[in-house]
């Protein structure tokens, strides 16, 4: 499973080591088997699928949310350490895509239900069920957009794909020099 949904305390050990496994140990894997030709080659360009569930988490994505948030972070360093040897990174953001991420064979929900959670728990899963196949980004345009970054002589470090990711980025940042600015003192 690429997805895999519940409230944390639902969740076992085991789903949560999937969902880190999928989204964050993979990456890192392919990635290290990459390095060593790109160092000595001095270029390539890692590029990362994170999610808005990276900038931002919600109920019920807690897994899915720690592992690109760990991407995110794993990232983050790896541009700082692999820009002395002309190797580029771009983690991408993207929105809402039409892809097989919330298809029956890609989400998992946590089977270890926990009553006081069940009647928030019904409703989140009709959600998520109902978005498969009606989120707004077209999957073309995105490899697209990816295709022309890779192309770029110095890509971008990070690119948000679609409006949702733009308008959730923001309201991140929005968030956060809110929360800066109100203890500043």
């Not at 964050?24 to 060593?36: C, E, K, N, Q």
């Not at 069940?118 to 077209?138: C, H, I, V």
Request: glycine share 8%; with cysteine.
């Amino acid at each position: 499973a690429n997805f895999i949904a519940g409230f944390f305390e639902e969740l076992t050990q085991e789903e949560i080591g999937q969902q880190l496994q999928t989204s964050l140990i993979g990456p890192m894997i392919v990635t290290r088997a990459v390095l060593p030709v790109m160092r000595k080659q001095h270029s390539g360009h890692i590029i990362s699928i994170s999610s808005t569930a990276g900038l931002t988490s919600l109920e019920f994505c807690s897994a899915y949310s720690a592992s690109k948030f760990g991407l995110e972070g794993f990232m983050q360093a790896l541009q700082t350490e692999v820009a002395p040897f002309d190797i580029n990174t771009t983690i991408v953001n993207p929105g809402f895509f039409r892809t097989e991420l919330l298809t029956e064979q890609s989400t998992k929900y946590a089977d270890n239900p926990i009553a006081d959670y069940k009647e928030k728990r019904e409703q989140l899963m009709q959600f998520w069920k109902g978005a498969n196949g009606q989120q707004p980004g077209d999957p073309a345009k995105l490899a697209q957009a990816l295709i022309t970054i890779s192309n770029e002589e110095k890509p971008p470090l990070r690119f948000l794909a679609g409006a949702d990711a733009v308008a959730t980025a923001e309201q991140v940042a929005n968030t956060l020099l809110g929360q800066t600015n109100f203890y500043r003192d």
